[in-house]
């Protein structure tokens, strides 16, 4: 390791840690170092340890959750193992918007209570609270997982990322700490436009980071776009790509461009980093010693390799429990051993959220994104797509049109893709625009159906 790379990791890192009171950290990525090798049967052990104090915690300080057992006939005492908390209804967002206030632990020092939010990108914005320690083991947990990928502390970084809220400040203090701490070079994904991509190439190349981490979508876009240019892109050791789904043929595209190989993770707000893979990419590894994931289909706990909506229960964060919330995607299990020897359990695949999801004439569920991209796109006349749901088996197709845009054939196209996919009895329409409507958090929105939460709810 470089001489710097190791004074940023051994000295100036942790110094800025002691400055912010946040040392902790440390501590947890030591422990999380270790416990990631344990048996399977060991982390669940260490599961139900925290689980069980999570609950006694929860029933003896945040109303919310006492009215909640209490309906539910249910008391901490009775837990057994991992899967009796069952006996408890998930936690919806909407619960959390209107009793959030009544899940902070009210004997948590309000001056240890870190708020935090939720982009409102798939729908209204949820409020939360974590406690300082929460925070901590939080960057630890990431940063184990960028480890995963041959990404260290003060290794040079590039990031595509839109959330506004994770961009560096400006200012000469923030821009020397960040060029001292070795923070990441950043590409806004909330405004690709080609000029900054050209920027972004050059600059790669000039700075020459060891790890590109990205929204998939934008670096797919970024790929694309050096592909057509037949630019020659930086070569970085490795791309972590995260909170949108990546496909196979992402996957192949950005391995072929970039020349490296891809590390996807799955994460979110509410609880950060959820999973990610390791070197033998067979699966998404769960941050299991601080998450309780669950995966429920209406017929209950899902097998392994059958898709169903993510549950999770933070073990770590007393300040506000979320216990069984509904995160809002769906994802399938893995089944075996990982070869990388960690007993963290694997998720096979994360596909995506609930409302990316069309629902078919016969109540099948297709992927939205997966129809934009890999079946209407690839018709080039098509143009840019997006794909509205407000009734199953029926999707509305809003296109910016291509040069070679003919209406009736390329109206035959959608209405047999749609077929295709939705199921015989199902039907389209579109509707020809000039602009395509953008995300304002830098994601890109290919396909939103108000069908599919409420098809999964009904259903469960
Ligand atoms: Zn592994």
Redesign the pocket.
């Known amino acids: 390791m470089p001489l710097y790379q190791r004074i940023v990791r051994d000295v100036l890192t942790p110094l800025a840690l002691w400055r912010r009171g946040e040392t902790a950290q440390l501590r947890f990525e030591r422990e999380f170092e270790r416990t990631q090798f344990l048996p399977p049967e060991e982390i669940r052990r260490l599961q139900l340890a925290r689980l069980r104090s999570l609950l006694f915690h929860a029933s003896d300080n945040c109303p919310f959750y006492q009215r909640r057992f209490e309906q539910a006939g249910f008391a901490p005492g009775l837990l057994r193992n991992l899967e009796d908390l069952r006996a408890l209804p998930p936690l919806e967002k909407r619960d959390i918007q209107e009793h959030g206030a009544d899940m902070v632990a009210r004997n948590w020092p309000r001056s240890d209570l870190i708020r935090n939010q939720t982009g409102g990108s798939t729908g209204t914005p949820v409020t939360f609270f974590l406690s300082g320690a929460r925070k901590c083991s939080r960057a630890a947990a990431t940063l184990r997982h960028n480890r995963w990928a041959g990404w260290e502390v003060g290794d040079k970084a590039a990031v595509i990322w839109g959330a506004p809220q994770d961009r560096p400040a400006d200012g000469w203090r923030s821009r020397f700490r960040n060029a001292l701490l070795r923070e990441p070079m950043w590409l806004d994904a909330g405004c690709l436009t080609e000029e900054r991509m050209v920027e972004f190439h050059h600059a790669l190349h000039r700075v020459r980071p060891h790890i590109i981490q990205a929204y998939a979508r934008a670096v797919v876009m970024f790929a694309r776009f050096l592909q057509a240019r037949g630019l020659t892109a930086y070569q970085p050791h490795s791309i972590v790509t995260s909170a949108e789904i990546l496909e196979k043929e992402d996957r192949d595209l950005l391995e072929q461009v970039f020349r490296c190989p891809v590390y996807n993770r799955y994460g979110c707000r509410e609880v950060s980093v959820v999973a990610s893979e390791?070197s033998?990419h067979?699966g998404l590894?769960v941050m299991a010693e601080g998450l309780y994931l669950e995966i429920e289909t209406p017929n209950g706990p899902a097998a392994p390799g059958e898709m169903g909506a993510v549950l999770v229960t933070d073990l770590l964060n007393g300040a506000m429990p979320l216990i069984r919330y509904r995160i809002g995607d769906m994802a399938a299990w893995a089944d075996g051993p990982?070869?990388?020897g960690?007993g963290l359990p694997r998720l096979e695949r994360v596909a995506g959220r609930v409302t990316d999801f069309l629902v078919g004439a016969d109540g099948r569920l297709v992927s939205g994104v997966f129809l934009a991209t890999y079946v209407v796109a690839q018709r080039p006349s098509l143009g840019q797509v997006q794909i509205r749901q407000h009734t199953a088996g029926a999707v509305v197709y809003r296109i910016r049109p291509g040069r070679d845009f003919d209406p009736i054939a390329d109206g035959e196209y959608l209405r047999e893709a749609t077929r295709r996919r939705l199921g015989a009895g199902a039907v389209c329409e579109w509707e020809a625009v000039d602009e395509m409507p953008a995300e304002a958090s830098g994601k890109f929105l290919f396909s939103r159906s108000t069908v599919a939460p409420r098809f999964l709810a009904a259903q469960a």
């Open positions: 390791c033998a067979a590894h990982c070869p990388c960690r």
